[in-house]
């Protein structure tokens, strides 16, 4: 097979023994190095500038964040990495069906990455984790529109309880009374409870309902959740964007495969988009830690 | 196919399946360990600090891994450092840049 040396013709080009695809692909990834970097020092700020030892940093529980989701999704990414790794091998060894089939393993592991990720951003939404959802500074014009929310979604648990026991739903319709009670009633005055003092009540509640296995949606207060809540949905959400292309381009190998377009040729093809995907894990690699562990 | 072929192929194409499954086999650890160390720090064993370090240095750790195996720079250094080694420096300069703000605001407590 004397052909199979010269799978690469090895064009010159401006003395870089380098093919152009391949050049191509690090110039993109090198501006994708920049464009994170800067992403994880705008967090850093974040993290490190802003709490205080009186209103620290939100916990992982606190914001309804598993770190056994980031590490097994952490662990899918490795082994996505491999199989990509590994069809590449495959190709250049000229077995088509078995890069095929590691190719589509591949896109199977990225698919359960983009579940687990879907599982997580669900428990963020049912718990109204979410960029300006979450009651901070709570003394400013802040609280009254925590109020208000808060309100909301206690006529909402109210009118639809979605399976919540009678106690928690009794609770939610205590404090409704409360933050809607005519001050003007029965002659006294009884001041409507503050923010501040809604939101203790919440915590309460939330914690009940947990204990309980209820489900109530309410948004917490959390010094700092907005924030943390824009960090996490910023990096992780254009971290899934990079993903889902990584597995757009994959499902489209594959279904060239499929129409018997796939072969040696595409060897170098492959090891770009490997290049692209080993990318994508190296900044999961970074963002695991930062955004679940420290 | 001659094993020359391959043999000349697997030189360009970066390490073989050994060493790749050695490699996924120390991401794996390594995963494990700063879950670990997570772990160690929330019980109180290791302070923030320590755990953040050691984290951080974990990812380090493998992110030279999949840089130097997997995308293949155990081979192509030579051909891609200037351009690594450019966005390196831009890089960390971006993060030193940052630091007053992110770092020595928190020191200041």
């Known amino acids: 097979m004397a052909h199979a040396v010269v799978e690469h013709p090895p064009t010159p080009h401006m003395g870089l023994p380098l093919p152009n695809g391949k050049l191509a692909m690090w110039l993109f990834l090198v501006t994708e190095i920049m464009f994170f970097t800067a992403l994880i020092g705008v967090y850093m700020i974040f993290r490190n500038g802003t709490p205080t030892t009186k209103e620290p940093w939100p916990k992982p529980h606190d914001v309804h964040l598993v770190e056994f989701y980031g590490a097994i999704n952490t662990f899918v990414l490795i082994c996505s990495s491999v199989t ?16 095929t089939q590691l190719i589509g393993v591949t896109l199977v592991l990225g698919c359960v990455f983009m579940g687990i990720k879907a599982v997580e951003y669900k428990a963020k939404w049912d718990h109204d984790i979410l960029p300006g959802h979450i009651g901070e500074r709570l003394d400013t014009p802040l609280g009254q529109q925590y109020l208000e929310r808060v309100r909301g979604q206690l006529r909402e648990a109210v009118a639809d309880p979605h399976g919540a026991s009678a106690a928690t739903i009794d609770e939610c319709q205590a404090l409704l009374d409360a933050m809607t009670a005519d001050t003007a009633a029965g002659g006294g005055y009884t001041p409507r409870p503050t923010p501040t003092e809604v939101a203790e009540r919440v915590k309460h509640i939330l914690e009940e309902a947990e204990a309980k296995g209820d489900h109530v949606k309410l948004a917490p207060a959390i010094p700092f959740g907005n924030l943390w809540a824009s960090c996490y949905f910023v990096m992780t959400g254009l971290h899934a964007i990079h993903v889902l292309g990584g597995l757009l381009i994959f499902g489209g190998i594959l279904l060239a495969a499929a129409m018997g377009k796939f072969g040696v040729q595409h060897e170098l093809m492959i090891e770009n988009v490997g290049l692209y995907w080993h990318f994508v894990d190296i900044v999961w690699i970074f963002l695991f830690p930062l955004l679940y562990l420290v | ?26 991401l794996s650890v390594f995963t494990l360990i700063s879950f670990v160390l997570n772990y160690l720090a929330r019980q109180g064993t290791i302070t923030p600090h320590q755990s953040f370090a050691a984290i951080l240095t974990v990812a380090v750790i493998k992110a030279a891994l999949v840089v130097t195996f997997f995308m293949h720079m155990i081979v192509d250094w030579r051909k891609l450092y200037y351009l690594l080694v450019v966005a390196f420096i831009l890089a960390t300069m971006m993060m030193i840049v940052l630091m007053p703000d992110g770092v020595l605001a928190w020191r200041g407590q």
Do not use: N
């Open chain 2, 1 to 26: 196919m001659t094993t020359h072929d391959v043999h000349d192929e697997g030189g360009h194409h970066g390490p073989g399946v050994k060493a790749y499954l050695i490699v996924f086999a120390a």
């Open chain 1, 84 to 99: 990509v790794v590994l069809a590449h091998w495959a190709l250049t060894r000229r077995e088509v069906k078995r890069a």
